[in-house]
């Protein structure tokens, strides 16, 4: 019999009428009527071809067939809560799979993962660069950092205020600009293009010129007077988001890993 045919619910009130040896008793067990007991081992009898009990004087009786399948059916569901227990075991490891932008990843999560560790020997972080989108069950990943518009088809929260800063270095620079992708555009040619906005902010602290950064990215850099801002922050439609499928999402680890990260 083919797996997707297997009858496990069926199979589910034999084991418990079995034990029983009483329907009554058993849909108790069930939070079900003994009709639907009986119901169901009848339905489960026409599929196998079977009789799985017999009716005496003193009760309910299995049958040859019955006991010579009991205990691998009971193995079987012992073997299915064990999967059961290892699945749900991924739910409460201190294992976590992160994936996310370099920059934000060095600028903004690493300290924060850093505080969020302390006394917890026992946690772990595996840490994935990514800009763009990946397959969260191919990569295995609990969670993601995206720079967008919105969580997009996944679960998600926003981390930051969606605002753009230009920031130069703290003694001040010309007014060069520069470049990284994902950059907003600007009116002269840059004087240099880096790889993404945390090499901007350090071209800018560099004195190269000036760079245009997400604010969560150069709040660091700005709090320890490393840069200084040049003109107003500007509001816009791109924030830092953290993301993830309803199911990690779910999880404990990653539910406590986001209020650590947005408390």
């Known amino acids: ?13 034999l084991d418990a009428a079995a034990r029983h040896l009483s329907f009554t008793r058993a849909a108790d067990e069930l939070a079900v009527t003994p009709a639907a007991v009986g119901q169901q081992i009848r339905a489960l009898e026409d599929m196998l071809g079977v009789v799985l009990f017999r009716r005496t004087p003193k009760g309910l009786e299995l049958t040859p067939e019955t006991e010579g399948g009991l205990d691998a059916l009971r ?23 992160i994936a996310a932008p370099r920059d934000i990843t060095g600028k903004w999560l690493q300290p924060r993962l850093a505080a969020y560790a302390a006394g917890q020997s026992d946690l772990t972080f595996q840490l994935i660069a990514a800009d763009e989108a990946l397959d969260f069950t191919e990569a295995n990943l609990d969670i993601a950092i995206r720079l967008a518009d919105g969580a997009g088809e996944h679960e998600g929260v926003k981390i930051g205020e969606a605002a753009y800063v230009t920031v130069e270095a703290a003694a001040g620079g010309p007014d060069h600009r520069i470049d990284w992708p994902g ?44 840069v200084r801002q040049v003109g107003d922050t500007t509001p816009t439609l791109l924030a ?7 199911p990690q999402w779910r999880q404990k680890k990653v539910k406590a890993l986001v209020e650590a990260l947005t408390g």
């Open 1 to 13: 019999m083919k797996r997707t045919h297997l009858p496990l619910n069926g199979l589910r009130v």
């Open 75 to 97: 193995a079987g569901f012992l073997e299915f809560e064990e999967a059961v227990r290892a699945m749900q075991a991924g739910q409460s490891s201190h294992a976590l799979t």
């Open 183 to 226: 950059c907003p555009a600007g009116d002269k040619p840059a004087i240099i293009r880096v790889a993404d906005g945390g090499l901007a902010i350090e071209a800018a602290a560099s004195g190269f010129g000036r760079a245009r950064v997400p604010l969560l990215l150069a709040q660091a850099d700005l709090a320890a007077g490393r």
């Open 240 to 246: 830092y988001w953290l993301i993830a499928p309803l």
